[in-house]
């Protein structure tokens, strides 16, 4: 774990404009909690929604998605498995959609939702650079990945849309399954699909800070091309674990307030 004064520091940096990579394993384990709307050998082709998600012993549930794409660059799509990245989806999904020749608004519709079988596709040796906005701040990114076999690198970005933080190189053989597969127009079959959260300690940014928004970055065939989704969310729980807290708490007053009155 980074020290309290480490984060501090990459902090500084961050400000200066330095930027710095993780030199450690970043990112935590979390359990996606999901809806599909096929069974059977279909479930992996349709629309399968994000519920919430567990880590830490508590589940979120309010999720910031994207409102805002900028494609700092990506490799010209031409045809057949030429080009970067491109918007994908479920073979039935019925949210989403696929296009190539990717736009800024093509990735807002692939990204602004919450099903996990509407993603952003990379081919093999493809090469992009990806800033997504996010429609509320967020403490937490949630990383979905098909295949668990590509890299990409992410980096946080502040409210004005500026690199803050570490620029985390993530390898998907690492992760941890998702408990689903993705079967979408863009491949024959369903593949298993990894998952990893980032933190704001992973960035290296304090508990002051917020994620505003996100750089994903891929580089060509050393990267494998990554397939991916990414969610944010606030560190506050769901209704029913904050009033959970909330009896424990009051539990606690009160046994005091009567060893008091003894």
Excluded at 39 to 47: R, V
Excluded at 112 to 118: P, T, V
Excluded at 200 to 211: H, M, Y
């Amino acid at each position: 774990m980074k020290s309290q004064l480490f984060a501090s520091f990459a902090t500084a940096l961050a400000l200066t404009g330095v930027f710095v990579s993780s030199a450690e394993a970043a990112g935590f384990k979390f359990t996606t909690n999901y809806t599909a709307e096929l069974t059977g050998a279909n479930q992996s082709k349709g629309n399968i929604w994000l519920n919430s998600v567990e880590f830490d012993g508590q589940t979120f549930s309010d999720f910031s998605i994207a409102k805002d794409v900028k494609i700092v660059s990506n490799d010209l799509w031409t045809h057949g498995n030429t080009g970067g990245a491109s918007a994908d989806k479920g073979d039935k999904a019925t949210v989403g959609l696929r296009q190539e020749k990717l736009t800024e608004a093509g990735a807002v519709t692939a990204l602004g939702n919450l099903n996990l079988n509407s993603i952003i596709d990379t081919e093999d040796k493809g090469s992009f650079v990806m800033d997504v906005m996010l429609d509320k701040a967020a403490d937490n990114l949630f990383i979905w990945e098909r295949g668990f076999n590509s890299r990409m690198d992410v980096q946080a970005l502040d409210a004005q849309g500026k690199l803050i933080g570490n620029l985390i190189n993530l390898d998907s053989s690492q992760w941890f399954s998702a408990g689903y597969s993705i079967d979408t127009l863009e491949i024959k079959g369903s593949q298993e699909v990894a998952s990893l959260g980032l933190s704001l300690r992973d960035f290296g940014l304090s508990a002051n800070d917020s994620i505003f928004g996100y750089r994903v970055i891929s580089k060509g065939a050393a990267y494998n091309g990554p397939d991916w989704k990414i969610v944010g969310t606030a560190s506050v729980p769901e209704p029913t674990a904050v009033i959970g807290l909330g009896l424990v708490a009051g539990s606690l007053v009160a046994s005091g307030r009567r060893q008091k009155s003894k």
